[in-house]
């Protein structure tokens, strides 16, 4: 009789620990997009006026939408979002070199370097599945 009170023991904390997990999933919308908005749309948004100037996105690397973030840019097409593979992701490699390499993202006077605690955020979502939720961003 003990041993079942134990195994109804052990799944429950199994299970209670399963729930922990999916309820820290990490929200794009709420998590993820703000840290883009802040540190890497003035560079990498869909082409618009400024001033009567046309931008257009750098490295032609949107990061306004989610097929824009899952496409990538110029370089490194497909490798920029890897879903589960956040070594393999660009935009997460080149948010994490030291500010004096030449890839360093956001480069100096463009937007805010993103913090170790973001850059761990924006890790544990791709090490997630890459999820954008409902969102889909700017057509």
């Not at 919308?29 to 046309?54: A, M, R, V, W, Y």
């Amino acid at each position: 009789m003990n041993t079942k009170i134990t195994l109804a023991a052990i799944a429950a904390a199994f299970s209670i620990s399963t729930l922990s997990a999916q309820d820290a999933a990490i929200d794009f919308e709420k998590q993820i997009l703000p840290i883009l908005k802040t540190s890497c749309f003035k560079c990498h948004e869909k082409e618009h006026e400024d001033n009567g100037k046309i931008k257009k996105p750098k490295g032609g690397l949107r990061l306004d939408s989610a097929a824009a973030i899952t496409k990538g840019g110029k370089e490194y097409p497909d490798e920029n979002v890897v879903a589960g593979k956040p070594d393999a992701s660009w935009l997460l490699k080149t948010m994490s070199l030291p500010d004096s390499d030449e890839m360093a993202m956001p480069p100096e006077g463009k937007g805010d370097r993103v913090s170790a605690a973001d850059q761990a955020l924006i890790k544990k979502w791709i090490e997630s599945g890459a999820s954008f939720g409902a969102w889909k961003g700017v057509e």
